[in-house]
């Protein structure tokens, strides 16, 4: 019998050629079809992530050499996931896996094309990892669950008498210094609409230093869902007189604040570093990650790798595995 941390590299591998395939394509075509807002572009970006950061033998072992599982109780953990960008619950089941614990899985509707599709290739290379559905009724020691910040609390509430972890919504921010290159800026522009804004790691709000120009590039495609948000935006701004920087892709709108708008990135000027050092700690806790090269930061990455997390970049800055092993 293979190992759990064997059977997700091996599942590496074969997604190594999703996409590439009638059968694959086949699975992008149904996700796409349940859920109007992704693409086979977003789709195989996820994937692509999830191979590359996650599922790299040599990175794999590495990581897991730090956490000690071999004494971790087996218990039942529910995983309720999310649906707002594809396999964006994955990393949790991963982690359920690796500590032995066994993982009840509850996809969100709107993911769980590609959630069962990775499940069945699990199973199909090791049958015995212990992968179940979960419902309201199943009982389960442990939970680990996502959504929106109404979902977070019915969840804080639901699960109240059992170790849990729970997210609700963030935000992330990116931070320049003025030097930025073209190539620079075009990877800005991944972290603002790869996924079109509907992840917390997706860059809303763009810090300047005063008197450096606001510069932000188009996305490489349209998505009509996003463009349809745009336009909608758009005319309620001009309806309301609000001002805005029409980019033609999407609103600037200078406010110090996270956007609420997938279709507007707020933008605002800075003085100094130390004043955007404490204005990000005064709000770390809505603060999802943190892209630049001038600021320090826990969750800091680089530009154009807000959406490439890697092993050790846990979503809240909460060490999930640590969570399973001491619970």
């Known amino acids: ?47 692509d992530a999830i191979c590359k950061q996650f599922l790299a033998h040599g990175k794999l072992q590495e990581w897991l050499s730090r956490y000690n599982i071999s004494s971790v109780e087996p218990k039942r953990v529910a995983v309720i996931m999310a649906g707002n960008i594809p396999l964006v619950g994955f990393f949790d089941l991963m982690c359920v896996l690796l500590c032995g614990h066994t993982a009840l899985v509850k996809p969100s509707s709107k993911d769980k094309v590609l959630t069962e599709y990775i499940i069945s290739e699990l199973k199909s290379i090791s049958a015995e990892l212990p992968i179940l559905p979960y419902s309201d009724s199943s009982e389960c020691d442990m939970v680990i669950a996502t959504g929106g910040d109404s979902a977070a609390a019915y969840f804080q509430s639901r699960f109240a008498s059992i170790p849990s972890l729970i997210r609700g919504s963030r935000h992330s921010l990116a931070v320049l210094d003025g030097s930025e290159s073209e190539a620079d800026i075009k990877a800005l522009s991944r972290d603002i609409f790869t996924y079109w804004g509907l992840g917390c790691r997706n860059v809303s709000l763009v810090m300047l230093p005063r008197g450096c120009e606001l510069r932000i590039l188009p996305p490489d495609r349209q998505n009509e869902m996003y463009r349809g948000c745009y336009l909608s935006t758009r005319a309620i701004m001009a309806m309301t007189s609000r001002t805005y920087i029409d980019l033609g892709f ?3 709108v200078e ?53 490439y997390p890697t092993l050790n970049d846990y979503a809240d800055g909460i060490d999930v595995m640590e969570f399973l092993i001491s619970n």
């Open 255 to 307: 406010l110090r604040d996270f956007s609420d708008n997938i279709s507007c990135v707020n933008y605002c000027y800075y003085d100094s570093i130390e004043e955007v050092e404490r204005w990000i700690k005064e709000r770390d806790s809505v603060i999802q990650c943190v892209v630049s090269r001038c600021v320090e930061h826990p969750r800091r990455v680089d530009l154009g790798c807000a959406q």
């Open 1 to 47: 019998m293979i190992t759990v941390a064997d059977s997700f590299v091996r599942l590496g591998e074969r997604l190594q050629n999703f996409g590439n395939d009638d059968y694959t394509r086949s699975i992008i075509d149904e996700a796409c079809a349940a859920n109007e807002w992704f693409a086979a572009e977003d789709i195989c970006c996820a994937v």
């Open 250 to 252: 999407a609103l600037a």
